[in-house]
């Protein structure tokens, strides 16, 4: 089937319409970054660049590293934007850009997010690195696709019944990491993790400026949830809708977390910049190795 021009909106110069790329430039390995100005820092390590390309938040950087050929690409915050850069990726490799058809054999890529995070157990430390296992979305993305066969609902329902979820907010839903992937990226330096990934950096993660939330008790709750041997570690807004998708796409995804915050007890790190070179060094050679 021939996809329209209304749903496959390619560019005048054939480009996809949000990442103004082209199929040949962008690898099958590809970290994601949320700050576009983070492109660069990771960037700066490759042996060559050979695309630099960017429209509105997503910047795109596709180079060489050891012999590896890998792209860097920034989606911005929030699932609403991962929807779009993940959509596109995948048409990327997988839609003949000349007959807007699917593919007929499918490219599968490797997909490593480079983020930070807070961590709502005071025995996380501030500056560590922690790769997501699973993640759970209080964004509705995954709900408006096809998706309960990569969902866990039997964690979703344990987590709705222990916060007494409030029932005009989005249906959470649970989503893994390619264990595959994630196996090249452990080691000893590395927490694994089950984050929640929120719709917002403020009232959703339970800050409070000047507006009251709606349960001022939920990060509590959240901290406190345990199914078998799993509990939620840390917040960021991205993490549920890369791997649901990745998953939905026939992708692989891994989150890595660079702790910024500690909410428990409201320690901040003193060198973010620092932390997060560290954790993009780390990322390079374990997956140029």
Same mark, same amino acid.
């Given at each position: 089937m021939q996809l329209s021009p209304s749903e496959f909106i390619l560019n005048a110069d054939n480009s996809i319409y949000h990442l103004n790329l082209l199929p040949e430039d962008i690898a099958k390995t590809i970290i994601t970054v949320g700050d576009p100005d983070?492109?660069?820092?990771?960037? &700066?390590?490759?042996?060559?660049i050979e695309i630099k390309k960017g429209k509105r938040e997503f910047y795109t950087h596709t180079g060489t590293l050891n012999g590896k050929r890998i792209s860097v690409i920034s989606t911005g915050i929030g699932t609403d934007n991962i929807d779009i850069v993940f959509n596109e990726l995948d048409a990327l490799v997988n839609i003949d850009f000349? *007959?807007? +058809? @699917? &593919?007929a054999e499918l *490219? +599968?890529?490797?997909? @490593?997010? @480079?983020? *930070?995070?807070g961590a709502i157990h005071a025995d996380i430390p501030v500056d560590s690195f922690l790769m997501s296992e699973y993640a759970i979305g209080?964004?509705?993305l995954l709900q408006f696709y096809d998706s309960g066969h990569v969902q866990h609902p039997e @964690?979703? &329902?344990?987590?709705?019944?222990?916060t007494r979820w409030f029932e005009h907010k989005s249906t959470p839903y649970v989503v893994k990491y390619d264990e595959d992937l994630g196996s +090249?990226? &452990?080691s000893d330096k590395i927490l694994l993790g089950f984050t929640a990934t929120n719709v917002g950096f403020y009232g959703p993660q339970g800050r409070k400026l000047r507006l009251d939330t709606q349960d001022n008790a939920l990060n509590g709750k959240l901290a406190a949830f345990r199914y078998n041997d799993l509990k939620i570690t840390n917040l960021e807004m991205e993490t549920s809708g890369i791997y649901g998708l990745s998953k939905l796409l026939g992708h692989r995804a891994v989150s890595m977390n660079c702790i910024l915050a500690n909410r428990s007890n409201g320690e901040f790190s003193k060198d973010p910049a620092g932390s997060t070179e560290r954790l993009i060094k780390y990322t390079l050679e374990k997956i140029t190795q």
């Open positions: 983070r492109v660069q820092e990771v960037s &700066k390590y490759f042996d060559t000349h *007959t807007r +058809k @699917i &593919k *490219t +599968k890529l490797d997909i @490593i997010r @480079i983020g *930070t995070s209080f964004d509705s @964690i979703q &329902k344990a987590f709705m019944e222990h +090249k990226l &452990k």
